[in-house]
């Protein structure tokens, strides 16, 4: 089964409910997400964060218009170095929408994460993270918050995660004797 690569994009960081979130657009086909979605997906984010602790607040989040509706993930992060995830979607029964309209969002009843696609950006904001605000000295948000996925194709398993390349440890194999038969 093949399905077309959808199209990431940064669609703004916003301060919203005192926390910067932010938030990325995919399609299938690279068209804009319809304003009056995007208008109820900003209303509900807010309750949908991490309740507040001593990690600093801050979120990312992914609308996703797929072929079977309207996706909303609302990470934040929580507890220094854990993501806290809840989620609705919108034009899909099966997952607890009201009806077939994409615009009804409603919170995704079975527990899940992200389809392959949104998680392209989750890899992305977790390197960032590492990268600017658990690796240095001191935490640097402004560098986290402008530390975006490019614009292109959503999720592909060859995107480099952005941290720094690793030495390869030798693995030593044992001898395995061989037994006759």
């Not at 995704?108 to 590492?130: D, F, K, M, N, T």
Request: charged share 15%; glycine share 8%; with cysteine.
């Amino acid at each position: 089964m093949s399905y077309p690569t959808p199209i990431a994009w940064h669609a703004g960081t916003d301060i919203l409910d005192g926390r910067p979130v932010k938030r990325y657009h995919i399609a299938r086909d690279a068209t804009p997400i319809p304003p009056e979605w995007e208008k109820t997906a900003l209303d509900l984010m807010p309750g949908m964060f991490a309740p507040a602790d001593e990690t600093p607040p801050a979120a990312f989040t992914v609308l996703f218009r797929s072929g079977a509706g309207l996706h909303l993930n609302v990470y934040s992060w929580y507890w220094d170095n854990v993501i806290h995830g809840k989620f609705a979607t919108g034009g899909v029964p099966f997952l607890g929408s009201p009806d077939e309209d994409p615009g009804h969002l409603a919170p995704v009843i079975p527990p899940v994460l992200g389809c392959v696609y949104e998680l392209g950006v989750l890899v992305h904001e977790r390197s960032a993270w590492i990268r600017h605000m658990l690796m240095n000295e001191k935490p640097d948000m402004d560098a986290y918050l402008a530390d975006v996925l490019p614009t292109g194709p959503a999720g592909l398993p060859d995107v480099p995660s952005g941290l720094p390349q690793l030495v390869p440890v030798p693995v030593s194999v044992p001898h395995q004797a061989t037994v006759a038969r």
